[in-house]
């Protein structure tokens, strides 16, 4: 998905690439940015905010399909996998699993995994 000139022209679009960058500037202070606050900024009701409404945009989506490539973050993952300290590469190993739906919910009592972290990098 591309961000189009329609896009940029759209309000829904600006607000949702404001929320984006508030966040950006939390992460960019070292802080953990409080999407819910965030979006109430931005003008969303406090039900939509609490559903973090935001993230089920189609801009949303092409916003962050745009500024987070997913390669970079799999390399990532893998890096810290395969260098980190343990816990860290516990975390990273679920995290890539997620990312490829292949994590177990709560209501799964089984899961077998068949796949080399190589083999998700596909």
């Known amino acids: 998905m591309e961000i189009t000139g329609q896009d940029l022209m759209n309000p829904t ?6 929320i984006v ?8 202070r070292g802080e953990k940015p409080n999407i819910y606050e965030i ?3 931005h003008g969303y009701s406090d ?15 092409k916003i962050m399909e745009q500024k987070v ?3 970079e973050l799999v390399n ?3 890096d810290i996998a395969q260098n980190g300290k343990d816990s860290d590469s516990i975390k990273a190993i679920k995290e890539m699993f ?25």
């Open 98 to 122: 997620k990312l490829k739906g292949r994590y177990p919910t709560k209501k799964s009592a089984t899961f077998s995994v068949q796949k080399t972290i190589s083999d998700l990098k596909e």
């Open 13 to 18: 679009f600006q607000r949702v690439r404001n």
């Open 69 to 71: 490539k997913d390669e």
């Open 47 to 61: 039900v939509s905010a609490r559903q973090y409404a935001v993230k089920k945009t189609k801009a949303w989506d």
């Open 21 to 28: 960058q508030d966040i950006e500037d939390h992460v960019a």
């Open 76 to 78: 990532r993952l893998d």
């Open 39 to 41: 979006q109430k900024k």
